[in-house]
């Protein structure tokens, strides 16, 4: 196989970068068809550019026997059935590095906006008040406090780098696939799941779904973080449960809620997660920076243009499929 064998390229969603010009001049481009069948036009692609709203799966893999390779714009591989794309002989990567910075910095900005009451002070101003200089425009401090992180990957490692460094933050974290001495060399201390939920002020979810962290954060975990603590969720909806949550804030248990990702995705419209005064949510959208999106594009046709070129391509997430007699050279 060699690049002279691509010849068409399909992409569920547009680019931000030109990162497609590096594509060889005889690749085709094809452009997602409208939203009830977008792989509708996807017949003669060897690769799909994957982003979040298409269902990667055996239904359509089996439709497209062209196809070699699914390349994430992006880190989630939620809606790419793994299974399914190496028992049909298809590799997937993802793009981890990309989305990295942006993704810690809005996680931030959602722990001063709330530790701040910035949404709050916005609409009570947008409402025609100035003030009132007490109850729910009273923040706190980030500064010294307790941030307690769930997962401790790139995006985690890099905002308790930003919170330690920039607001003398303790930072706690629970991941079981990090050491103490790597957690150590980060300025970070581990704690159990339950050490993290209860001593944090600022509780971060940077963690995969799997079936052990389906609704990791219920009621019984949310009972046990300290009163009047933030919850913050940039990374995937399915972690936590959003009745619970609402519950929590609604009661005063829990401060207030930052939210990027949603569990259906988007919220239904009456979703009290859409506009409730205690919760910040964004709609899927800390990754969505000029820099972040040029960064996960150059990276995603690299990858694209290292499997054409005979190479192993960096981030594999179903490696059992390189040494495959399936999979579709």
């Given amino acids: 196989m060699g690049l002279e064998s691509l010849t068409h390229v399909w992409r569920e969603v547009p680019f931000f970068s030109d990162a497609l010009a590096r594509m060889p001049g005889h690749v085709t481009l094809i452009e997602a068809a409208p939203p009830d069948a977008p792989w509708a036009n996807a017949l003669p692609a060897q690769v799909m ?4 709203a298409v269902q990667y799966n055996a239904a359509l893999f089996e ?4 196809l070699r390779m699914v390349q994430r714009t992006g880190i989630g591989v939620d809606n790419v059935n793994l299974e399914d794309a190496t028992r049909c002989g298809i590799v997937v990567c993802n793009t981890p590095d990309g989305p990295t910075e942006s993704t810690a910095e809005h996680t931030v900005a959602m722990l001063l906006n709330l530790a701040k009451r910035v949404k709050q002070g916005n609409d009570a101003l947008a409402a025609g008040r100035f003030g009132p200089r007490s109850g729910v425009l009273i923040g706190v401090e ?10 401790l990957g790139r ?14 933050m303790q930072v706690l974290a629970y991941d079981p696939f990090v050491t103490p001495e790597q957690a150590a060399e980060l300025g970070v201390t581990p704690a159990s799941l339950d050490e993290v939920l209860q001593r944090a002020d600022f509780v971060s979810l940077h963690a995969p779904v799997t ?12 009972a046990l973080m300290k009163p009047g ?9 399915p972690l936590v449960d959003a009745e619970a949550l609402l519950e929590a804030v609604d009661a005063g248990k829990l401060a207030g809620a930052g939210i990027d990702v949603f569990d259906p995705e988007p919220p239904e419209l009456d979703s009290r997660l859409r506009n409730h005064p205690l919760i910040v949510a964004t709609p899927h959208s800390a990754t969505l920076t000029v820099e972040g999106r040029v960064r996960i594009e150059e990276l995603a046709v690299a990858r694209v ?13 179903n490696p059992d499929v390189w040494d495959s007699p399936a999979r579709r050279t």
């Avoid at 550019?49 to 979040?52: K, L």
């Avoid at 980030?142 to 997962?151: D, R, S």
């Avoid at 243009?305 to 997430?317: K, M, N, Q, T």
């Fill in 49 to 52: 550019f994957a982003h979040s």
């Fill in 63 to 66: 439709q497209l026997p062209n």
């Fill in 142 to 151: 980030a500064t010294g406090k307790t941030l307690g992180l769930v997962g």
């Fill in 155 to 168: 995006i985690g490692r890099r905002v308790a780098q930003i919170c330690r460094r920039g607001f003398d």
């Fill in 211 to 222: 079936p052990d962290t389906y609704r990791l954060i219920n009621r019984e975990r949310i």
């Fill in 229 to 237: 603590a933030f919850l913050l969720n940039l990374a995937r909806g």
């Fill in 305 to 317: 243009l290292a499997f054409f070129g005979g190479e192993r391509p960096p981030d594999i997430v």
